[in-house]
Every structure is written in C-alpha cells, then in structure tokens.
C-alpha cells in the first residue's frame, strides 16, 4: 500500500497524532501504520516525556500515543499533565505492563485508551480513531483485570470496620488467638468472638486466615 498521505475520515479530516515512546524502531513502526491507515496524520514524534509533552502543547494533536515507561516524565506523568493543563489531546498508553492496577491509575489519572504494546496495527488504528471520537478504548486482553481492580477498589471504599473489629483484625495479623487478642484489649472471649463474627460477614470469610488475607486485599490492613 502506498504511503501518500492521509485520506479523510467521515468528519472531513484527518485524525492528528503524537507518537512518543524511547525505542525509535517501535517509534517509527507505529508512525508509519498510523499512516498507512489513510486516516490519520502524525504530526511529529518524541523520544521522552518532556519532549512529548512539549509537543503536544505547540500541536495539540486530537490524540496522544505514549509509551508508558517513556523516560523524563512516565506515560501516566504526561496524562496528568494534560488533564492539569486542560489541553484538548486525549491520550492511549502503550505498555508491556498488564497489571490491571497500573491501567486503572492510568484510567483514573485520564488516560482516553490503554493498549498492550504487542497490539496489532489494526487494534492501534481503530484505538485512535474511536478515542478522538470521544471514546475509551482499553484493550481485550486486559479490560477483564481492569473490571476486577474496579470491583476490588469498590470492596475497599465500601468496607467499614469498626474500631474493635479493626482492632480485633490487626490482632489475627500478628498471629493472635481470640483469647490472646481479648487480654491484649482487655475484654472478654465472648465479646472478642462477636466481633470477629461481624469481621467476618463484612469480608465473606470463616476463619482467622481468610480475614487477614482478604483485609490485606482489600487495603484495609495498609
């Protein structure tokens, strides 16, 4: 396919992008399947984060892609920086990192798109075009993780533990027994057991182990 300049898209014109990512291979190679597409221009490349930032401000291009370790300033520095800055650029992070918590925190911090890096060229393409629509694009492979840290981080901000079940939480987390944890705050056996009944309806589990473990899950033990 020849390479002679963006076609335009149903809205009359190109979509415009920023490349940015530190390995000029890689680099290149998504510039120029951006353009083989016919429907999006790039409008400049960057090596780093500050570069990318900098251009962005002097082109604002309708999309960003950046690599999230880019070096300066990381993806998700310059997704910050765009949402702080209010700059009409909407940014895809491109990243080998699949941890469904570092796509969340992009996701929170801003970020219009999320793609694994070994993405085919298709997927990118359709990725910029549906984000300078107006859309959020993260990819197949690891939306499944991003719903699950979605749904862990709702556990978290939903679980409210009184003081004596915290209490009686932290104790099992140093590896007290009932009667232990009862003498070290001075209350009866029973009084210790109903609470950790309640601690253990409020996390879905039935022993010491699952509450520790699940607390630890949640965040309710940081």
């Known amino acids: ?111 219009a798109g999320y793609l694994a890096k070994d993405a085919k060229r298709a997927e990118i393409v359709d990725a910029v075009l549906k984000v300078a629509s107006g859309k959020q694009v993260v990819s197949e492979d690891l939306a499944g993780g991003l719903v699950d840290e979605i749904r862990l981080r709702a556990d978290r901000d939903t679980t409210v533990l009184s003081e004596r079940e915290r209490q009686v939480l932290h104790g099992f987390a140093e590896g007290k027994s009932i009667p232990q944890v009862a003498a070290e705050l001075y209350l009866g056996a029973s009084t210790v057991k109903t609470h950790t009944q309640r601690l253990y309806e409020k996390l879905g589990v039935s022993d010491r182990a699952a509450a520790v473990a699940e607390a630890m899950r949640r965040g309710l033990l940081e």
């Not at 998504?30 to 429907?39: F, P």
């Open 1 to 111: 396919m020849r390479e002679d300049g963006p076609m335009e898209s149903d809205s009359g014109a190109p979509v415009t992008v920023v490349v940015a990512d530190d390995h000029p291979v890689y680099r290149e190679g998504i510039a120029r399947g951006l353009r083989l597409s016919g429907r999006i221009e790039v409008l400049a490349e960057a090596g780093d984060g500050a570069e990318a930032l900098r251009v962005i401000r002097e082109l604002e291009p309708q999309v960003a892609l950046i690599d999230y370790r880019i070096p300066t300033m990381d993806g998700i520095a310059v997704v910050h920086a765009l949402v702080r800055d209010q700059l009409p650029t909407r940014a895809i992070l491109l990243s080998a990192t699949t941890d469904a918590a570092v796509v969340y925190r992009a996701v929170e911090e801003g970020a």
